[in-house]
């Protein structure tokens, strides 16, 4: 099995005018499909990163993050288990999150 | 496992973070409030997403809205040390109820600001008083999308172009604690009235209504006869809310409504704050609230008080001639006086009520109980061709296919 992760790029502004009826809905259809992808074995972790307060280095100088500025951040992150990227892709391509935003699949280079 | 459901913590929490928010960072900052809290409701989606949902949602939207009004502040004016105000939002309240209590009455005042135009007052009400989305809103007042945005906008630059906003004596929270009840009607009438929007969303929208009715008949700063009068007229109407329409929706008049299903708790609720609201002015609240009770008293539709409630109608268009009361009025009349009696007071305040659907809907009504079934036909006809709201259109299509002949 190799290890995979779905980099979770989405708009800052998503949700700004979601009715809390489409909000729980929304939550509802995440929730069932990592259940299902998490009872698979196929997800094997989930972090949503925090929006605000992220910084930028470079060289010396340090800098506010990307959340407020740019137009798409990567918002949050999913650990995948597949055989290789055509299963990691078919998994990813199942996400909910496709409706919201893009995924970025990469591959965990495995050490040996 | 979804977690605690976002959608009711939304309804329970929004207008509460907004305004302790508000109260922290002043009322010029009701938009950075706002805004924040929003976000953290958008973060929250995506945490509830992606990983396990936190233990107690309300503290976590909290900090994450407190977190993001901060940083949108920091980056508004970068000078000033927002470091000191990261650590910890001003701590723990030593009387967290009062302190809702307080911030949210004061953000009600605030969205009643008398520089905003009614229906600017009602809008902001809706949107940060009690929590409703933009798209909601759109469809409880009838409006699209953007002009409910725009309206929000203007709103909002109006109040932050203002630095008196709650620097009031007394007097004056009195005083704009009465306009907030007009605010606060006006809501519940959206939700009470043949809306499109579905019945859920108009429930909800009346159980806010009578819950800022509430929030300010029982603060200090704004109790008064008005307020808990409003509080019984809410109360009472609402107790009656999911009977008026039938199971195709279809509007289903005080006649021919289950009284047995009425809400009993929302009735003693009317009855106990119609109670103790005497001892000040005498408003459009008492009065409606009277008719309401009558209502609310009578076992059977015949066993209506018909002479109490024209009398309390002559004493509200004495003050507030407004078409709906006038032809309120004209009705009930009819139901006391016999349907000849009730046709004559229609057509005598025409004018003043205007030719409106329900306004001909009232007139068939009435010439059908006469046997002019085709003067009825005629006026049914007419209502229909005015295009009323589908709830009243089905149950007049009913009643002229019922017609003889």
Same mark, same amino acid.
């Given at each position: 099995m190799s290890q995979f992760v779905m980099l979770l790029w989405e708009?800052?502004?998503?949700?700004?005018? #979601?009715s809390p009826a489409e909000m729980q809905s929304i939550i509802t259809e995440y929730v069932a499909w990592r259940e299902r992808m998490g009872a698979a074995g196929k997800i094997i972790g989930g972090h949503k990163l925090r929006d605000e307060g992220g910084k930028h280095l470079v060289g010396s100088t340090v800098s506010e993050g990307p959340? #407020?500025?740019? #137009?798409?951040?990567?918002?949050g992150l999913f650990q995948v288990s597949a055989a290789g990227y055509d299963e990691a892709v078919e998994i990813a391509r199942s996400c909910p999150h496709l409706r919201f935003g893009r995924i970025e699949l990469r591959e965990i280079e495995p050490t040996d | 496992m979804t977690g605690p459901d976002l959608e009711l913590i939304s309804r329970r929490e929004f207008s509460r973070l907004v305004s302790l928010l508000t109260r922290r960072l002043g009322d010029h900052n009701l938009e950075v409030a706002e805004d924040a809290v929003q976000e953290a409701f958008g973060a929250a989606v995506r945490l509830w997403g992606t990983q396990t949902p936190p233990r107690d949602p309300g503290a976590w939207l909290y900090q994450a809205a407190w977190r993001r009004a901060i940083d949108q502040l920091r980056r508004a004016s /970068?000078?000033?040390?927002w470091d000191d105000w +990261?650590? =910890? /939002?001003?701590? /723990?309240?030593?009387d967290p109820l009062a302190e809702t209590a307080d911030a949210e009455l004061q953000l009600i005042l605030l969205c009643c600001?008398?520089?905003?135009s009614p229906d600017s007052q009602v809008a902001l009400t809706l949107r940060v008083?009690?929590?409703?989305s933009i798209p909601e809103i759109a469809r409880l007042l009838g409006a699209a999308d953007d002009a409910v945005d725009q309206r929000l906008l203007r709103a909002r630059r109006r109040l932050r172009a203002r +630095? =008196?906003?709650?620097?009031?004596p007394d007097t004056d929270l009195r005083r704009r604690g009465l306009v907030a009840l007009d605010v606060i009607y006006a809501m519940f009438s959206e939700g009470y009235a043949?809306? +499109?929007?579905p019945l859920g969303l108009r429930r909800e929208l009346c159980a806010e209504a009578l819950r800022l009715a509430l929030a300010l008949s029982n603060h200090p700063d704004t109790r008064s006869g008005e307020a808990r009068a409003l509080v019984a007229l809410c109360a009472f109407q609402a107790s009656r809310l999911d009977r008026?329409?039938?199971?195709?929706g279809g509007f289903q008049s005080l006649r021919h409504q289950?009284?047995?299903?009425?809400?009993a708790s929302l009735i003693a609720l009317g009855f106990r704050s119609l109670g103790g609201s005497t001892g000040g002015t005498l408003s459009r609240f008492h009065l409606e609230a009277e008719i309401a009770a009558c209502h609310a008293a009578a076992?059977?539709?015949?066993? +209506?008080d018909w002479h109490r409630i024209v009398e309390l109608y002559d004493l509200l268009v004495g003050r507030w001639a407004r078409p709906t009361l006038l032809l309120s009025r004209a009705v009930a009349l009819g139901e006391r006086d016999g349907p000849a009696a009730g046709l004559a007071a229609l057509v005598a305040a025409a004018d003043a009520i205007g030719r409106t659907p329900l306004f001909f809907a009232a007139v068939a009504d009435a010439m059908e109980r006469l046997g002019d079934h085709d003067g009825a036909r005629d006026r049914y006809e007419e209502a229909l061709a005015l295009a009323p709201a589908p709830a009243i259109a089905r149950i007049l299509e009913a009643r002229l296919a019922a017609l003889p002949g």
């Open positions: 708009s800052p502004a998503s949700f700004a005018t #979601t959340y #407020t500025e740019a #137009t798409e951040v990567i918002g | /970068p000078n000033i040390a +990261t650590a =910890d /939002p001003a701590g /723990p309240s030593p600001h008398p520089s905003l008083a009690a929590g409703f +630095t =008196d906003l709650l620097d009031y043949f809306a +499109t929007a008026r329409f039938d199971d195709h289950d009284r047995s299903q009425w809400d076992g059977r539709y015949e066993d +209506t």
